[in-house]
């Protein structure tokens, strides 16, 4: 597609239930990156794709995260037994082949609010 | 480990002021820096870019120079504009030895512009 594309915009959950992010990458791009949003508090990375090679998930808060990347393309992020705490806004993006010397291009995010 | 601080906002200025948001880094090897804008109720967007020390990224009349002596990458325009209100997010990617390594980024400053 011509952009990074997030869905839901917005969630709404209750404490306890799970969740899926879903991130859609801009065709052609191998490398997916995952961010959390949280107010005052800037990114915070969670997990990076590349290509064919196992995810760095060095930057998941807890066992209750985890994400995955199917056929090179789609990824879906998924919290289980939310806490008020994973509310934020969670950030996708996507890059040609890495974020050196080029960055990455953002999705408009997912808002999760668990109440 | 790599990282980057910049200042604390908000940054609040008049229309046609000068603006400084200073980013400094910390990084094992020769990153690549990139200055982020966040619009209200937007993703975020790349600004600018600079792979190399002494290099001057440039956008909609923002500049920033790599300046390795000082590991600084202060972002700056002439005169901002009200629709220059945004979020700023300073942020790096290290060496290609570890490309695809997940942009780190400062925790961002507010600006805030009013007529």
């Given amino acids: ?115 | 480990g790599d990282s980057v601080t910049q200042m604390e906002g908000p940054v609040t200025l008049s229309e046609e002021a000068f603006l400084t948001i200073n980013c400094t880094y910390t990084a094992t090897g020769y990153p690549s820096l990139f200055w982020y804008v966040q619009y209200p109720g937007e993703g975020l967007q790349l600004l600018l870019k600079a792979t190399k020390a002494d290099d001057k990224g440039s956008n909609k009349g923002f500049e920033a120079t790599y300046r390795k002596e000082t590991t600084s990458f202060h972002l700056e325009k002439g005169s901002v504009q009200v629709s220059d209100s945004a979020v700023y997010f300073c942020a790096l990617s290290d060496t290609p030895a570890q490309a695809g390594t997940a942009l780190i980024f400062g925790k961002g400053t507010t600006l805030s512009v009013s007529s």
């Avoid at chain 1, 915009?9 to 959390?36: F, M, Q």
């Avoid at chain 1, 995810?55 to 066992?63: E, M, V």
């Avoid at chain 1, 939310?82 to 960055?103: F, I, M, P, R, W």
């Fill in chain 1, 1 to 115: 597609g011509a952009g990074v594309s997030q869905s839901p915009s917005n969630k709404v959950t209750e404490k306890g239930k799970d969740v899926e992010l879903r991130c859609d990458p801009i065709s052609g791009h191998t490398a997916l990156y995952w961010y959390r949003q949280s107010l005052g508090q800037g990114l915070e990375f969670l997990i990076y794709f590349q290509g064919n090679s196992a995810p760095d998930k060095s930057g998941l808060p807890s066992d209750r995260f985890s994400a995955e990347r199917t056929g090179g393309s789609v990824s879906t992020l998924t919290i289980q037994r939310t806490q008020q705490e994973d509310s934020a806004v969670y950030l996708c993006a996507s890059s040609l082949q890495g974020a050196y010397g080029y960055g990455y291009t953002f999705g408009s995010g997912t808002r999760l609010t668990v109440v």
